[in-house]
């Protein structure tokens, strides 16, 4: 029985530094080590002062994106989530559809929607707020434009998605 619980937790410990990169040290690892740990990113951009950003998001029903940045020596310069509130209050009216992807990273695509009579495209990332209580967090574009018209934010029990009560994360 020992030996089950030891395995169960080293697999336990394992699958949540993949998760998170828990483990990885900024300045020390590699981008060859992140992507072992991490896995492959959903998406990669080339910056300007030659570092690189990869996406790491982990829903549908996982609360967090994990945004590395990589320097231009191929060291790994920081991890962090992105799903929180002082990423949410970057996005702005006007901004494009690749610069809000820059901050949060892909949302779930089947949680994208389309309002017709509004001309309105709506992408969601799911988070868990300030509370503990597990929230969506949308971008509706304006779709002739491209560009963001406005952002909104309920939690899943405002939503109707938890039954009675809350839903926490």
């Known amino acids: ?12 410990l394992f ?14 690892d590699r981008l060859e080590n992140v ?8 998406m990669r951009w080339q910056n300007a002062d ?16 994990y945004m590395v940045t990589i320097d231009t020596d191929g060291k790994l310069r920081r991890i962090e989530n992105v799903l929180d509130e002082k ?4 996005i702005q009216p006007g901004m494009s559809k690749d610069e809000v992807l820059r901050i949060l990273g892909p949302s779930y695509p089947n949680w994208t929607g389309y309002f017709e009579r509004r ?4 992408w969601e990332w799911r988070y868990c707020d300030a509370w503990n209580e597990a929230a969506r967090f949308n971008v509706l574009f304006d ?27």
């Open 143 to 169: 779709n002739s434009t491209g560009t963001v018209r406005s952002t909104m934010s309920l939690t899943e029990s405002q939503r109707g998605l938890c039954g009675r009560g809350r839903c926490a994360c």
């Open 35 to 42: 992507l072992q740990v991490m896995g492959k990113p959903a």
């Open 1 to 12: 029985m020992k030996l089950w619980i030891t395995i169960f937790s080293a697999l336990l």
């Open 87 to 90: 990423s949410f209050a970057r």
């Open 119 to 122: 001309d309105e495209l709506v």
């Open 50 to 65: 030659g570092s690189e950003q990869l996406a790491f998001p982990r829903g549908p029903m996982g609360y967090h994106t």
């Open 15 to 28: 699958s949540c530094a993949s998760y998170s990169g828990r483990g990885l040290k900024p300045g020390e």
